[in-house]
């Protein structure tokens, strides 16, 4: 079964300061691994994949993740926080190819803020 | 413009007053699914659909029904709405490589 954890339900930073969003998962087989941006009372953005090519993922506006299997984490960054970034952050994993739910499963969530 | 949209995207209403959300997309995605999100709970399936008349329950599908009679509509269903049920609806439907395409979300509120 697949789970993920992101370590830190909020996350604050000053702008300009980098950005350090946390997520572990489970999986019992090669998963793919996503992070989506909820913008105040708006849907979920995909913000970049990993689908088992490069381990480092560059996404939308300037942020990247690493995939590191040994560690089981997919940690979200941005070098430099704007003000525009404050929003809740979901990761979520997916089994590849799984013909029986196909779900993602999400995390908690966790809530960006940028203080000036 | 590729997308998922849902309606409405706000509603009200009492206990046991049957009701419908819409969710439809323009991909032609076979798979499509729901997710309600709750504070600290982040997003749970509720049900989903593999294609057209073929549909399965997913973590949390106490409830609701839904149905797929077209591959661009997939309605979510409550038939006898809780207070339980005051959530935040979001309809998704899969494309390449597992993405989720998400609409934009449907606040809902049982009194």
């Known amino acids: 079964a697949q789970s993920v954890t992101q370590l830190g339900s909020h996350v604050s930073v000053s702008e300009g300061a980098l950005v350090l969003l946390r997520c572990n998962y489970s999986s019992s087989v090669p998963p793919y691994l996503f992070w989506y941006v909820q913008y105040p009372n708006q849907g979920l953005q995909l913000l970049l994949k990993y689908t088992s090519a490069a381990t480092l993922v560059k996404g939308i506006n300037g942020f990247e993740a690493e995939f590191k299997k040994s560690e089981t984490s997919f940690h979200l960054t941005k070098p430099s926080a704007h003000m525009s970034d404050a929003a809740e952050y979901f990761c979520a994993v997916s089994v590849p190819g799984s013909c029986t739910t196909g779900k993602l499963i999400f995390g908690q969530g966790t809530t960006l803020q940028v203080k000036p | 413009e590729a997308q998922v949209t849902q309606n409405p995207r706000y509603l009200i209403t009492v206990t046991g007053k049957k009701l419908t959300v819409t969710c439809s997309q323009n991909?032609?995605?076979?798979?499509m699914s729901w997710y309600r999100q709750d504070p600290g709970l982040g997003l749970r399936q509720i049900y989903y659909?593999?294609?057209?008349?073929?549909?399965d329950k997913g973590d949390v599908p106490e409830g609701y029904k839904v149905s797929r009679k077209e591959k661009r509509n997939f309605p979510l269903i409550l038939e006898s709405p809780s207070p339980n049920q005051t959530s935040l609806y979001f309809c998704?439907?899969?494309?390449?490589?597992?993405?989720?395409?998400f609409g934009p979300g449907t606040r809902l509120l049982v009194l």
């Open positions: 991909m032609n995605h076979e798979y």
């Open positions: 659909s593999m294609n057209v008349e073929v549909t």
């Open positions: 998704a439907s899969r494309g390449y490589q597992e993405t989720q395409y």
